[in-house]
């Protein structure tokens, strides 16, 4: 989809034009107020549609409109959801351009142009039968700088969601590496296996044991022009979670190629600095492999050392996401940032918790938290703060290692975020759990079934506003 602006509604013939409606106010469009609303009485709840074919009485074949909903009602947020609902309306009635003229003072172009490809992304790369896309669309009132910081955003998302959508098969961890090395504006070091082991990241190197593919510790690396801040990003990379010894049900296995979720945000994230230019200088850390079972896997009972030199009984070889964090935080912490921000598909027990309907969060700074909430909040996200109580930490004694990798079932999300604050010294942390968030079984919102591109957004607007 190519998204224009336009400063002023001339004529122009097009296919169709996009209005809107508050709710007990007139449209823009006298035509519209004729039928819709004298008529058919179209109120113009938030969401809801209602498309006139013009017959020649406009310069567009046909004007769809939009309810806006209650005005006091409305901000940035409704205006993507609005956004997408048209675009997806456009979509149903295969048309293949539109210009959306709303009735509308502020200028809300990035949620807009954020709506709109969000509405447009559709994983069909392996499908014959491609989906039905909107070519181009044209907003008026908005300025193009705000249209066009919300296409960055938008491309950012889309990396992240093909790249969770995108099979276990191509989505390697030498394929992450290789995406991490093009991503223009950041300088990307790789470390390979021997690499991994000399630096000491035996937790992380163990969970990768068991597979065919090479493990993958990727550092990019982001310098603003003015930098008020470090920031370490990290993003959980299990390329495919099999379980490992402890094998998932094929159930639960299903869609476990979405485990590089947090990966892909960072990617995603690292992507669109070149255009932000936050004055940060920004990390992105990735610690990729794949958690398979095979005669070379880790197992139950293995202790594992990791970098910062505590040591950890296995328990279970499912909770390999934390070990592989556990590596990557230490490896942040030593780089002297000011802050370090995990984001992982980590716990079944945080789905359990929140549903697809917001991400856990947690953390070591409760300012930092709420900033991130807040951040979130803003940038159409939900984000949940789970807790942190201290007698969390009882289930994770062990009796030959300073601690096992998994605890008790219940309050697993929390008992996760316990574990990875053992290898935070130093900066302040936060753990975004997006396991029941970032990638969804049915459609939800603005969002088709499958990658969601959780964090990137937020994550986006949090760099920015440092
Ligand atoms: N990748 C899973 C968590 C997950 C579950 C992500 C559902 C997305 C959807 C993680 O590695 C895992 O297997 N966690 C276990 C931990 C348990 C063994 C303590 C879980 O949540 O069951
Ligand atoms: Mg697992
Ligand atoms: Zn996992």
Redesign the pocket.
């Known amino acids: 989809m190519e998204i224009k602006v336009l400063e002023n509604l001339a004529s122009t013939p097009c296919e169709v034009l996009v209005i809107n409606k508050f709710e007990g106010e007139k449209t823009s469009e006298e035509i519209a107020n004729k039928y819709a609303v004298d008529k058919d009485h179209f109120e113009g709840k938030f969401g809801e549609t209602y498309l006139i074919h013009t017959l020649g009485q406009s310069f567009a074949d046909k004007i769809l409109i939009i309810g806006f909903g209650k005005k006091e009602e409305f901000d940035a947020n409704k205006m993507r959801e609005a956004v997408a609902k048209s675009v997806k309306k456009l979509q149903q009635i295969k048309a293949k351009n539109a210009i959306f003229n709303f009735d509308i003072n502020a200028d809300y172009g990035k949620s807009a142009a954020i709506g709109a490809l969000i509405a447009d992304y559709a994983f069909d790369k392996y499908k014959n039968k491609k989906a039905d896309r909107v070519d181009e669309v044209t907003f008026t009132k908005f300025s193009e700088k705000e249209v066009k910081e919300g296409i960055v955003f938008a491309n950012a998302m889309k990396l992240t969601r093909d790249l969770a959508n995108e099979p276990a098969q191509y989505a390697t961890p030498t394929k992450l590496a290789e995406i991490a090395k093009n991503i223009e504006g950041v300088t990307t070091q790789i470390f390979d296996k021997d690499e991994i082991e000399r630096m000491g990241m035996g937790a992380y190197l163990a969970v990768g044991k068991g597979s065919a593919q090479p493990p993958k510790f990727i550092h990019m690396k982001y310098t603003g022009k003015n930098v008020k801040k470090k920031i370490a990003l990290i993003g959980k990379g ?1 390329c495919f ?1 099999s379980g490992g010894l402890d094998i998932k049900p094929a159930s639960s296995m299903l869609t476990m190629r979405d ?1 590089m979720s947090g990966a892909a945000c960072i990617l995603g994230v690292m992507s669109a600095l070149k255009y932000l230019e936050p004055d940060a200088e920004i990390h992105g850390i990735i610690a990729a492999c794949e ?1 398979m079972p095979s005669g070379t896997s880790y197992k139950p009972g293995d202790i594992l050392t990791a970098k910062n030199g505590k040591t950890i009984e296995v328990d279970n070889t499912d909770a ?2 934390r070990l592989t964090l556990a590596d990557a935080l230490c490896y942040a912490c030593e780089l002297g940032v000011d802050e370090v921000i995990d984001i992982a ?1 980590l716990t079944g027990a945080c789905v359990v918790a929140l549903g697809s309907v917001a991400s856990g969060v947690m953390g070591n700074d409760k300012e930092m938290i709420n900033r991130l909430i807040e951040t979130a909040k803003s940038s159409g996200e939900t984000y949940w703060e789970l807790p942190m109580f201290p007698e969390y930490k009882d289930s994770l004694r062990s009796e030959i290692a300073d601690m096992k990798n998994t605890g008790s079932r219940q309050g697993g999300a929390s008992i996760a975020g316990i574990f990875l604050q053992e290898f935070v010294n130093g900066p302040k942390w936060c753990h975004i759990d997006v396991a029941g968030t970032a990638f969804i079984e049915k459609p939800q919102k603005e969002f088709i079934s499958g990658a969601t591109g959780a964090g990137v957004r937020t994550l986006l607007n949090y760099v920015k506003n440092i």
């Open positions: 299990i979670d485990d958690n390999e996401g598909t």
